[in-house]
C-alpha cells in the first residue's frame, strides 16, 4: 500500500511541475511577445524561471516513468 501512494506521489508531482512549467512558459510568451511589454518587467526572470521548470520536470520526468513501468509489471 505504501509504495502505490509513494507512485502516486511521484506522479501528481510530475504532473503538477509540467502544468506549472507550462503555465510560465504561457505567461512569458504573453508579456514579452503578446504585450510586448519586456522592458517594464523582468522578461529575463521569468524565461530563466521558466527554463528552470521545465528543467525540473525533465529529471522528475524519468522517475515517474520508471516508478510507472514497475507499477505496471506487478
Known sequence: MTTCITYANIQITSTLTFAAACASAGITV???????Q??????????????????????????FLLNFWTLASR
Not at 504573453?30 to 510586448?36: C, P, V
Not at 521558466?50 to 520536470?57: D, G, H, K, N, Q
Open 30 to 36: 504573453l508579456i514579452g511577445n503578446d504585450l510586448g
Open 38 to 63: 519586456c522592458s517594464q518587467n523582468h522578461c529575463a526572470r521569468f524565461e530563466t524561471a521558466t527554463a528552470m521548470a521545465f528543467i525540473s520536470w525533465f529529471t522528475i520526468s524519468p522517475s
